[in-house]
Each structure stands twice: as structure tokens, then as C-alpha cells.
């Protein structure tokens, strides 16, 4: 008997771990629900809704093939042992995983079950390349998503692998899942889902993905990172269907996954630094008032707040809105990158340490292959040039109605501004001066060499 510990990976197609341990006879798929990762400041109520209703739907499939997941709560240390004895398994397979959490995790348990005499054997799964596989010409790590996509897509991916035709039935008795009040309006979960999704999208979007991407009113994109993030499709099946389909715009997307992937596994310290050091000691402001307009979608600024509002009402937000509204953050508000990245982990659905963290040092500038710091994003160009028609911060921001399209994207310059919605929180030339000014200050004195435009 071997166990097969699912975490982030809740599918059984391409799943390495367990198609091995399938192969090498009787198997037991489990999954612990570890109350410190439960409680953990990266997972808000909104992921542990979608974690159970993906948990759910991996229960049917495993039903699916003649056997049952079985679900246990407690530590993982503790319980794989409980569990391994009880059933007299000689061997706990899994898929690898990366964030340092899963990875500290990982060394305790592989102690636990080793001093045990029980193996635990990880398997390649939750990236289309493996960490630590995709180097530069000098066997470093590369810290610039261009060279790392050429080499990336250079490099043969590894097979996928066949989901078992039928598993062994078991007696082991599983907890049921905790009952939790639905927060929000959840996608259909699971792995048939989610590769109907995949369908779907290269359908109805397939090459026309580089001109519709940028466009929040429509479903120009895929809404596949939900899925991604839990592993309810295999990112390599993902990426094979799309080149097939000759989406290779969207295969690079999904080598930005990899990528902050790859670069969180090499730089751990990145999950509480800047990758640029000068900007941990940035004289970031703290204003619990700004903080809580830009929260709420407050700010008078409307394709700000329409972000903010679509994140809170549906746990989801287009990336072109993801960039706006945290340029907003840390440049006109001059609030830190970690408070933003924080409140996204609460509430996305696709809260992932990996590209949450390096999404926020991008909009920030200090990450790895960042945007330029001094790239201020102008949150009514944005607006005008990305939601022309004003759908979308109509569609969240009903205050809005009935305005003229390009009035509705800066409502106080009309005669009539609706009294319901917030005046501008500040002047944009004023955000923006003030954030160059304290951002060109603060790095020349931390480095005089710094470059500064
Ligand atoms: C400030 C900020 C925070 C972000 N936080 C997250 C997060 O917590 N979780 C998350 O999955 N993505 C995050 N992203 C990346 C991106 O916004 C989402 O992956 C994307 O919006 C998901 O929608 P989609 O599945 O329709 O994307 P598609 O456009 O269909 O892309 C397909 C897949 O590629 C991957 N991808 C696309 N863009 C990026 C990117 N910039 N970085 C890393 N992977 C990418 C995702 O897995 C995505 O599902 C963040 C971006 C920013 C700017």
C-alpha cells in the first residue's frame, strides 16, 4: 500500500504521484487538513471556501474510479505516520511543492516517516518545468523573464502522465468536510471542470488572446488560475493543449507562473523582501484611512475602485485591473507592496504566494525583473484606454450609471458628479510627484550610484 498525499494538486490526471504509486499496486489518496496552514495570514476565508468545493469534486473523481479520498485533520506529521501504520503502507508518494512553507513543512514530515522506516517520495507536477531545471549559460538561476522564457521553451517538457483506469476500493473511514457558509458565488470545481474551462477558453478566445487580454469587460482571458492554483488542472496539460492550438501567447503566461515559481524556490527570503534590497528600508507611508478607501473601492477613482470591488464580490480581478490598482497603491497612495499583498492573499481565490508576491514587487518596482519604479500608472488613462466603453466599472460601480463613457471614468469633471460616489482621495500629480520624489531621494541616499531618470 502506498499513501498518495494531495495538497495543492487536487486531480488525478497527470498527477506523477499517483499514477506511480498506481502502478505499483493498492493506494490510498489522502488529504490533511492542517489547521496552522488553514490559519496561516495567506489563506483568507474566500480560498478555504474554494479549497473545500475542490476537495468535494476530487472526492467524486477518485469515487470515479472504484476507490475514495480520505480525509484527515492535524498536523501532516502526525497523521501520514497514523495513517501509514494503520494501513501498513510502506510508502508516501506526493508532488513536490516550492513556497517555503511547503517546503519546511515537507522536511518535517519526510523526518517523521523516515525515522519510521517509511519512505516519502516526491514527484515533479505543480510546474510545466521544474525549479531549479531551467539555468542560465552559468548554471545560476535567471532573475530576467525574458532569457528564462527563451530557455524555458527550448526545453522538451517531461511526459504526461495517464490517469489509472481503475483503483482498488479501501475501507479507510475519512472525515467529512467541514461545513462552512458560501461567501461568494463559486465556478463549477473540480478537474472535468476546469478542463471544460481550458476548452472553453481556446474556443472562444484561442489566437485572438494577445488583443482581447487587456480588456476586463469581456472574457478575454482564461480564469484558469483558480484552478491552477489548486491543481485542479495540470499545468502541463494546460500548456500542451494551448500549443497545440497555437496559443503561444498564453503558454508565455504560464511560464510567468513558473517563473516567480522557480525564483521563490532559489530566493526564499523574497516571501518578506524586496528582491531589490534598497526598497526595505522605503519610507512607505501608513494611513489606516487611505488603506481602507482603496480597500473598499473608495478612492474616486474608478477603475481603481471597480477592481477593488470586483476583487471583494467575486474573490477575482482582471490583470490589467491586478496592475492598476496596485500601482495605485504603492506609487499615488505610497502605501507598502506588502500591505496590498496581503489583502489580495485574503480575498483572491488565486491567492499564491508565489506570483501574489512577485506581482506586487513588479507593480512596485522592486522585484525581480520589475516594472521600471518610475512607471506610474495613470489610473484614468488606463481606464479610457482599456474600458473605453465604461462596462466595466459600470458593471461595479452602479454610482456610475447613466454617465457619458469618458466622463464615467472621472466623474468629477462632469457637471453633476454622482453624490453617492467618493471625490478623488487625492490629486493624481500630487501622488505621483510625491512617490518619484521620495522614491529618487530615498535611492540615492541608500546608493549614490543608483540611476535615476
Ligand atoms: C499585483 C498582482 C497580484 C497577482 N496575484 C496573483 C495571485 O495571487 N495568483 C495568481 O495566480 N496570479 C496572480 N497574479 C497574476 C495574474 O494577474 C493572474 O494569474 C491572472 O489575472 C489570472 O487570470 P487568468 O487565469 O484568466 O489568466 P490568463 O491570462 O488566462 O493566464 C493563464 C495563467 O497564466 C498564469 N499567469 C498569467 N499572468 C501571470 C503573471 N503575471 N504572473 C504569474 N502567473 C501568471 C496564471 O496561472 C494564469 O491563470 C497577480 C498579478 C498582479 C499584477
Redesign the pocket.
Known sequence: MILVWHRADLRTHDHPALANAAARGQCLPCFVLDPRLLSTPYTGNNRIQWLYACLAALSESYRALGSSLVLVAGRPEQELLRLARETGAKAVYALRSYEPIGVARDARVKAALEAAGIELKFFAGDCILEPGSVLSGSGTHYKVFTPFWRTWSSLPMSEIQPTPKHLEPHAVPSLELPKISALLPLPEAGEHAAMQRLEQ?IRRVGLHYETQ?DLPSIEG?????LD??LGTISPRVAASRASQAGMTA?VR??C??DF?RHILLAEPRLENEAFKSEWNTFPWREDALDLDAWRTGNTGYPIVDAGMRQLSSTGW???RV??IV?SFLCKHLLISWQS?EAH?NQL?L???LS??N???Q??AGCGVDAAPYFRVFNPVTQGQKFDSSAEYIKRYIPELEGLPNNEAHQPWTGLRPPKSYPAPILPLTLGRDRFLETAKQHLKASNPENLLP
Open positions: 477558453f487580454r482571458t482564461s480564469r484558469l488560475s491552477l492554483h498564453w503566461e504560464l510567468w507562473r516567480y480581478m482582471h490583470n491586478r496592475m496596485a496590498g489580495f483572491l488565486d491567492g499564491d506570483s501574489n512577485g506581482g506586487w513588479w507593480s
